[in-house]
């Protein structure tokens, strides 16, 4: 995974091993970046959070965001503060390029109070 020490690695990769699977923080994150940099017919995204293809999502499930925030949670501080600074750039991208959704549920995650594709 680019920008983070191998320290942080080693312990992405124990994450990986007790709650998800080898390479699992890379793969969301190389769609968290698809997403981010998707191109739309516009400057502006529709995110769109589920797969039509049952298949092809992952066991954890389609928010490749929710994911990352998973890892960062449970990710020692410093090694959290590394993801999360290779996740900043991305995130104010997303913000950006998408729009405010105001019925999204109070509570929901940030990333999911935008709105998405119907």
């Not at 092809?56 to 929710?66: A, I, L, M, N, Y």
């Not at 959290?80 to 290779?86: F, Q």
């Amino acid at each position: 995974m680019p920008g983070v020490s191998s320290r942080t690695l080693m312990e992405i990769a124990r994450v990986e091993r007790h709650q998800y699977e080898p390479g699992a923080a890379y793969r969301a994150l190389s769609a968290w970046r698809e997403t981010v940099y998707g191109r739309g017919a516009s400057w502006i995204i529709y995110p769109s959070w589920y797969d039509d293809c049952p298949c092809c999502q992952s066991p954890w499930g389609g928010d490749h965001r929710e994911t990352l925030e998973a890892f960062c949670l449970a990710l020692p501080r410093r090694a959290a503060r590394e993801l999360r600074a290779v996740l900043a750039p991305l995130d104010v991208r997303f913000l950006a390029r998408t729009l405010n959704d105001p019925y999204a549920p109070p509570g929901a995650p940030w990333w999911r109070r935008r709105l998405e594709t119907a």
